[in-house]
C-alpha cells in the first residue's frame, strides 16, 4: 500500500548517509558487497555491517509507526 511506500521513504530518510549509499545500491543499483566496499573506501565486512544496522533500524522504525 502506499502508507508503507511513504512509511520506507520517511525511514530512509532517517538512515546515515552511509547507510542510506549502502541501500542504494544493493537495493537500486544492484551491486555486489565487494563492488560497494571498492566504490566506498571500505571494507566488505564493513559494508555487510552497515546494511544489517539499516536494515535493522528501517525494519524497527517502520514497526513503531
Known amino acids: 500500500p502506499m502508507e508503507d511506500i511513504v ?21 537500486e543499483k544492484d551491486l555486489t558487497q565487494t563492488k560497494i566496499a571498492h566504490k566506498l573506501g571500505i571494507s566488505q565486512k564493513q559494508v555487510s555491517r552497515i546494511k544489517d544496522s539499516a536494515l535493522k533500524e528501517l525494519k524497527e522504525d517502520i514497526e513503531r509507526d
Not at 8 to 16: E, H, Q
Request: aromatic share 20%; proline share 0%; no cysteine.
Open 7 to 27: 512509511a520506507l521513504k520517511i525511514a530512509f530518510r532517517k538512515l546515515k548517509k552511509l547507510q542510506r549509499k549502502v541501500i542504494y545500491y544493493i537495493f
